[in-house]
Nanobody, 118 residues
Framework: QVELSESGGGLVQAGDSLRLSCSFL????????MGWHRQAPGKQRELVAA???????NYADSVKGRFTISRDNANNMVYLQMNSLKPEDTAVYYC????????????WGQGTQVTVPS
């Protein structure tokens, strides 16, 4: 069993920055692809960014150049640095873990709210 816990959300103004953190407990961190997803009110959950154990990354087009995902394999942490935040970034952000033996995300955190007023 894997436990994921996000932190770092909040209310910020457009153009500000936030860093989300996710702690990973319970299994071998290096065996998991890690992702940040978000869900805005009335919308489907979407993948924002993902990172492999070797730190290869991919991003949604809407956040490329503004968000950076990173991981600390020594401390079982994943981060999402969000710069130049926009009102459309308002959502609940979820950390998720996918085993390399799986074809979908297996574990999810409880989510952290990010609000950027228009």
């Amino acid at each position: 069993q894997v436990e994921l816990s996000e932190s770092g959300g909040g209310l910020v103004q457009a153009g500000d920055s936030l860093r989300l953190s996710c702690s990973f407990l319970g299994r071998t961190f290096s065996m998991y692809l890690m992702g940040w997803h978000r869900q805005a009110p009335g919308k489907q959950r979407e993948l924002v960014a993902a990172i492999t154990a070797g730190s290869s990354t991919n991003y949604a087009d809407s956040v490329k150049g503004r968000f950076t995902i990173s991981r600390d394999n020594a401390n079982n942490m994943v981060y999402l640095q969000m710069n130049s935040l926009k009102p459309e970034d308002t959502a609940v952000y979820y950390c998720a873990a996918q085993s390399y033996y799986s074809d979908s995300y297996d574990y999810w955190g409880q989510g952290t709210q990010v609000t950027v007023p228009s």
